[in-house]
């Protein structure tokens, strides 16, 4: 698209779009070889119908800075019907943006209108808060204004595939090679848009070995509170992101540094102020990136679990100490610790109902006697209780010794398991017989029942 210079109006100043420094193949590098085939396909298929189309964001960026994306996205002059038109396995979704998936096999590469960054009239679809966050946007611009509504120069990229040039409008690639992560425009301003950029700004940060822009980072302390106003999925998703980003541990240290935490996970400030606590969520974010930068797979579910534990722990140890018996107690303590984040991050059941199993499956792993340890072992949830163990074990909170305890049984052949359980069970063994005598007088009530699954 050739560069339009068109005077208007941005956040009451005349706004004249940039002009782009276009640079050559032979400069940066990047061939179209890199980009996945359904994004050459999209841009293809749109520039042969007389569309503008480029690969964009962070593709682009992580092209440069030498890794594999994990999802290219597109961006366009052609509108979203128009796009939904030319690819028959494609949707239109999202209120507050909208856009194209394309579906090309497994890969899915979402494409964008190039949006508009001027006021709009009466009548068009820019909302915003009494706080400035946008609810909905979506009005169509030219793709210099689509540059500069974007959040971080270093995603301000366009990369043409057909032409392998790389349009860039707010020095990026000179970003990039300084390591500095920069916001487009008044930080503030763009901050109060668009809350979620300042957990953004955190995870680039760490993630890519970013240096945070100094007037970047000045008003984040100042305006975390804004995440409260924004909704819980939404902060859950860029969450899951910064987590599952194979740098979680400077991800955390970056967040806890620029007080944003508390609008997050509440919770882990109590945690990280206990040394026991604190070791723990290391070793599970330590291990986590391990896993992720080995290219093994991770469960959001185990994860959560992990970062809320010292919390349940305490609460569960605080209804014991006014009489609860242990499983109810632990069932209410789990409770309690989902739902005091259900405030902040909207931690889908899949994920919650994960993290209680592997909660309710701790007290299980003390029960070394009788056949308890052979059912346990059968449990579908096994495998994630004993890793949560071994982390316990690790930490300090729990003796080592029942960790390798579980890593022999588990291999063992069946002499040696038998020889192996521990036979003191007189305490476990009463209250396994009263359990049965009062389910067959009757039924025991919902939370016995629980209990008694929980420690059988």
């Known amino acids: 698209m050739i560069t339009r210079f068109l005077g208007r109006v941005f956040s009451g100043q005349l706004f004249k779009p940039p002009q782009p420094k276009i640079i050559p193949f032979i400069v940066h590098g990047v061939g179209r070889e ?27 960026r992580d092209l440069l800075l030498g890794r594999r994306p994990k999802d290219f996205d597109v961006a366009t002059d052609a509108t979203p019907e128009e796009v939904r ?3 028959r396995r494609s949707r239109v979704i999202g209120r507050r943006f909208r856009l194209v998936q394309v579906m090309c096999g497994p890969e899915t590469v979402e494409v964008s209108t190039f949006r508009g960054t001027h006021p709009v009239d009466e009548g068009d679809e820019r909302v915003a808060d009494e706080h400035g966050r946008i609810l909905r946007d979506n009005v169509f611009g030219s793709q210099e204004q689509d540059a500069t509504r974007r959040d971080f120069s270093i995603n301000a990229l366009f990369y043409d595939p057909a032409s392998q040039e790389i349009w860039d409008y707010h020095d990026g690639v000179a970003d990039l090679k300084r390591r500095r992560l920069r916001m487009i425009g008044d930080p503030e301003r763009r901050y109060r ?15 890519r070995g970013l240096e945070i822009d100094p007037g970047t980072r000045r008003p984040i302390r100042r305006l975390a509170g804004l995440l409260a106003n924004v909704p819980p999925a939404r902060v859950l998703d860029e969450m899951l992101k910064l987590l599952l980003s194979g740098h979680s541990v400077q991800c955390v240290a970056q967040l806890r540094k620029e007080g944003l935490h508390h609008g997050v996970l509440p919770l882990l400030e109590a945690t990280m102020g206990q040394p026991l606590g604190e070791r723990f969520v290391m070793l599970a974010l330590r291990n986590t990136d391990e896993r992720i ?7 959001p579910g185990f994860l959560f679990a992990a970062l809320l534990w010292h919390e349940v722990l305490a609460a569960w140890k605080g209804f014991e100490d006014k009489g609860e018996p242990p499983v109810p107690a632990l069932y209410r303590a789990m409770e309690r610790g989902v739902q005091a984040q259900a405030g902040k991050l909207a931690i889908p059941h899949r994920f919650s109902a994960d993290m209680k199993e592997i909660w309710a499956l701790q007290p299980r ?13 059968e449990h579908l949830r096994f495998r994630a209780g004993y890793d949560f163990l071994r982390l316990r074990c690790e930490s300090g909170e729990v003796d080592p010794a029942i960790g390798e305890w579980w890593a022999r049984f588990q291999h063992a052949g069946e002499a040696e398991r038998s020889q192996m359980l521990v036979h003191d069970g007189e305490p476990s063994g009463r209250r396994r017989r009263r359990r049965r005598r009062r389910r067959g007088g009757g039924g025991a009530p919902g939370m016995m029942h629980s209990g008694s699954e929980l420690v059988s």
């Open 193 to 207: 848009e668009d809350p979620v950029r300042m957990l953004r700004a955190v995870r680039l940060a760490a993630s």
């Open 34 to 60: 890199a980009i996945s085939p359904c994004a050459l396909r999209v841009t293809q298929t749109l520039q042969r119908h007389e569309f503008s189309a480029f690969v964009v964001g962070g593709a682009v």
């Open 293 to 299: 930068l080995a290219g093994k797979p991770v469960s």
């Open 85 to 87: 038109g030319l690819f």
């Open 365 to 377: 792993f003390l029960q070394r006697s009788g056949k308890r340890p052979y059912r346990l072992l």
